[in-house]
């Protein structure tokens, strides 16, 4: 195989996830409704600093300030807006806290280790800086179709 078809584990342009099941059940965050699992602790940085980014941008509902989890669960998820407020923030932060235990559990790849690109063990995703966000573009085709089936699945399970 040629060099640019072998990604080296802990290259930081690249997140990747093996296709898995989370521990617990999650409404409102979005990582943890995917079954994207990371097995490297660049990707595993990389979903806690997009998960910080989310909760760190609030917004005003009712009588309150909510992080971007709570929103966007509140506009998207009819479950969710049947709930009270106070308690959709409440399970946010459940669910934020176990996320965070689940990702520090993983058993993650050694950072001297590759993968190729092309392969169908791992969903390769690249990662791409535009201003202060990282945009991620599935790196192959393999996670080309595992995305857009995913996004089709999470989407009716929020109604």
């Known amino acids: 195989m040629a060099d640019d078809e072998i990604i080296k584990v802990d290259d930081i342009n690249y ?11 999650y409404e409102i965050n979005q990582i943890g409704l995917s079954r994207e699992i990371p097995v490297t602790e660049n990707t595993v940085f990389h979903v806690k600093f997009s998960m910080d ?8 509902m009712s009588d309150k300030q909510v992080n971007g989890f709570v ?3 509140e506009q998207l998820n009819p ?3 049947e709930m009270d407020l106070e308690e959709v923030i ?6 934020y806290q176990n996320i965070l235990k ?3 559990d993983l058993e993650l790849m050694g950072s001297d280790e590759t ?3 092309d392969g169908e063990d791992y969903l390769i995703y690249k990662l791409e800086k535009e201003h202060h966000l990282t945009k991620s573009f599935p790196a192959n085709e393999f996670t080309r179709q595992f995305y857009i089936s995913e996004l089709k699945r999470i989407k009716e399970a929020l109604g």
């Open 53 to 60: 980014e989310i909760r760190n941008t609030k917004f005003d």
């Open 115 to 117: 993968v190729p690109i």
């Open 90 to 95: 409440e399970l946010e932060e459940m669910e």
């Open 79 to 81: 479950k969710i807006q």
């Open 102 to 104: 689940e990702l520090d």
């Open 71 to 73: 929103a966007i669960a």
């Open 15 to 25: 997140a990747i996830y093996k296709i898995g099941e989370w521990k617990n059940d």
